[in-house]
């Protein structure tokens, strides 16, 4: 019982972010405020996915895998992902190669 209400707090908390990432960087012209907000938004949305690992308690190796696979995602992901400050919104390059040179909605380039 404790692990069902546990999945369904995961549920609830993994709904609040993503309805919380939409409100803060799919809606909205402060491209400012989106690049402030985007990193620390990730880790956090990141270290709590790490704790439900944790808390589901996978077999140790998995868990280090899945953990230390996690870490590196999070900086790529953070890294790659740009804001326009013409449309202010979100440009991210495809497998993390490097980051994008120009927004993909606009064109406008992230140098100017």
């Known amino acids: ?6 999945l369904v707090t995961f549920a609830l908390i993994w709904l609040g972010l ?8 799919q809606r909205g012209e402060d491209a400012a ?5 985007w990193p620390a938004y990730t880790i ?9 690992l944790i808390y589901m308690q996978p077999p140790t190796l998995m868990l280090l895998g899945l953990l230390a696979f996690m870490v590196p995602l999070t900086w790529l992901t953070i890294r790659a992902t740009k804001f326009c400050s013409r449309c202010a919104r979100a440009t991210r390059t495809p497998f993390f190669l490097k980051p994008a040179t120009k927004c993909s ?3 406008k380039s992230f140098n100017d």
Request: glycine letters at 6%.
């Open 18 to 25: 993503s309805v919380g990432s939409f409100m803060l960087f």
């Open 44 to 52: 956090f949305s990141n270290t709590v996915i790490g704790a439900m």
């Open 1 to 6: 019982m404790v692990q069902q209400e546990l």
């Open 105 to 107: 909605h606009c064109q």
């Open 33 to 37: 405020r989106k690049r402030r907000l």
